[in-house]
C-alpha cells in the first residue's frame, strides 16, 4: 500500500509538471487516497492491543470512537499536509 501511495504522489507531481491531466483530477486522486490511507489506520487502531494503545497513550473506547468515524470524516491537519 505505501508504494502505491509513493507512485502516485510522483504521478501527480509529474502531472501537474506537465498538464497532461488537470490539477484537480490529481487532488481527487490524492483525496480518495488519504481516505483509504486513514480508513485502514482506523482499521489497524482496532486490532491494537489495550496493552499497545496504553503504549501509545489511547484508550480503547478513544480507539472504537476514532474507528467508527464515517470515511469521509477527514482531520483538517491530515488534509494540510498534502494541501488539499
Known amino acids: 500500500m505505501a508504494q502505491i501511495f509513493r507512485d502516485f504522489n510522483y504521478a501527480s507531481m509529474e502531472f501537474r ?6 490539477p484537480w483530477l490529481v487532488d481527487l486522486g490524492r483525496f480518495f487516497l488519504l481516505k483509504l490511507r486513514i480508513s485502514k489506520e482506523r482499521e489497524h487502531l482496532t486490532r491494537l492491543s489495550d496493552d499497545a494503545l496504553a503504549d501509545i497513550g489511547v484508550t480503547r473506547e478513544a ?18 499536509a498534502i494541501n488539499l
Open 17 to 22: 509538471r506537465t498538464g497532461v491531466i488537470g
Open 63 to 80: 480507539a472504537n470512537i476514532e474507528a467508527e468515524r464515517e470515511f469521509d470524516d477527514i482531520p483538517q491537519h491530515r488534509k494540510t
